[in-house]
């Protein structure tokens, strides 16, 4: 992120930072982390090495020779864009630190999928929201 922001600098640009993430948030960790086992397993393989296969080739093309996914494993393509790494996945307590942990490392914005959309949209502003707006508070208290 500090590459980034160090080059649009340099062009005279000022550049906020989006990241994909995909949130399971269950009342117990247990659950959560079965729920992602869940994903997984149902899974389409070829589907995924599929879309591996192409990230990787256009990857090849890139400054860098590598590309965005160039090391992601099947378990990160699943969900697209590495959604999983974000590691939203666990307790409403334990997502919204991590949350904070992302802010803190210069996220700016956060693109977040679910997967029963109605049902884990209303969980997550219901539970998470009010813990991550609890920790700002906490963090602006200690500041001041």
């Known amino acids: ?9 340099a062009n005279g640009h000022h550049v906020k930072i989006g990241l994909n993430g995909f949130v ?3 009342d117990t960790e247990k659950e959560a982390q079965s729920v992602l086992q869940e994903i997984i ?3 389409n393989p070829d589907a995924v ?3 591996q296969h192409e990230v990787k080739n256009a990857g090849n093309a ?8 160039a090391k992601s494993s099947f378990e990160d393509l699943v969900q697209y864009n590495d959604g999983f790494k974000t590691n939203l996945i666990g307790t409403p307590q334990q997502i919204a630190e991590r949350i ?3 802010k803190h490392a210069g996220v700016d914005l956060l693109l977040l999928a679910f997967l029963h959309f109605h049902e884990d949209v209303e969980f997550f502003g219901r539970e998470v929201i009010p813990r991550v707006r609890e920790l700002e508070r906490q963090e602006s208290r200690v500041i001041a």
Not at 1 to 9: G, L, V
Not at 62 to 69: D, H, I, K, L, T
């Open 62 to 69: 890139s400054p860098e020779g590598e590309g965005n996914w």
């Open 100 to 102: 904070i942990a992302l």
């Open 49 to 51: 090495k599929g879309f």
């Open 24 to 26: 399971i948030a269950r």
């Open 41 to 43: 397993a149902k899974a």
């Open 1 to 9: 992120m500090e590459d980034i922001r160090t080059k649009a600098s």
